[in-house]
């Protein structure tokens, strides 16, 4: 009988120490999947603040822009030389990244439900597309002051406007896409 109470304690204690260990493994990947989650909302209010600041810097490019677009277009319907009124369009090329790329690269995008990640990507995607056409048109402009410079030729600004017409009409279709991009995606995110 003393084998069969020292086999059952056996068994009992090998019982004991494999729940322990099962225990502390759950518990661990519990706190671990914790920490993971904190670690997923401070990143989300990263990329909110981002998308906040990016909206913001937006709203006032694309209202310079669509005034200057507006202008370009009486002047190149009206033909006329010069414009009393001349603004300069500017493309929204300060637009942040950072905190979606960080989140990204983290890992952190894991631990965040998939709407949530798919409307962060396309955001992220738009913008990216937009500020490489801006880089764009930067460079264009660029380029054609210095070619001026160089040659000792002034710059057609109606002949610059009317060039890149079509581009500057496709950034302020963009701006405003963008704009509600950005608004749809922060209530999104607030409403979670």
């Known amino acids: 009988m003393s ?5 059952a304690t056996m068994a009992l204690e090998v019982l004991s120490i494999v729940f322990g260990v099962l225990l502390a493994l ?5 706190a671990e999947e914790r920490e993971k989650n904190e670690l997923a909302e401070i990143a989300l209010v990263n990329v909110t603040n981002e998308l906040t600041y990016n909206l913001e810097v937006m709203v006032r490019v694309s209202e310079n822009n669509q005034k200057t677009f507006e202008l370009m277009k009486q002047n190149l319907d009206t033909e006329l030389d010069d414009s009393e009124e001349d603004g300069q369009f500017i493309p929204g090329v300060q637009i942040r990244a950072t905190a979606w790329e960080a989140l990204l690269s983290s890992g952190i995008a894991n631990y965040l439900d998939y709407s949530t990640l798919l409307a962060l990507a396309e955001v992220y995607s738009m913008q990216s597309i937009y500020k490489e056409m801006g880089m764009k048109i930067v460079d264009a402009s660029i380029s054609m002051a210095a070619m001026a410079t160089v040659s000792s030729v002034e710059i057609d600004n109606r002949q610059f406007q009317a060039q890149f017409f079509p581009t500057f009409s496709m950034l302020v279709e963009m701006e405003k896409s963008l704009l509600v991009s950005y ?10």
């Open 26 to 30: 759950g518990v661990s990947e519990w």
């Open 183 to 192: 608004q749809e995606t922060l209530d999104q995110l607030k409403s979670r």
């Open 3 to 7: 084998e069969r109470k020292s086999a």
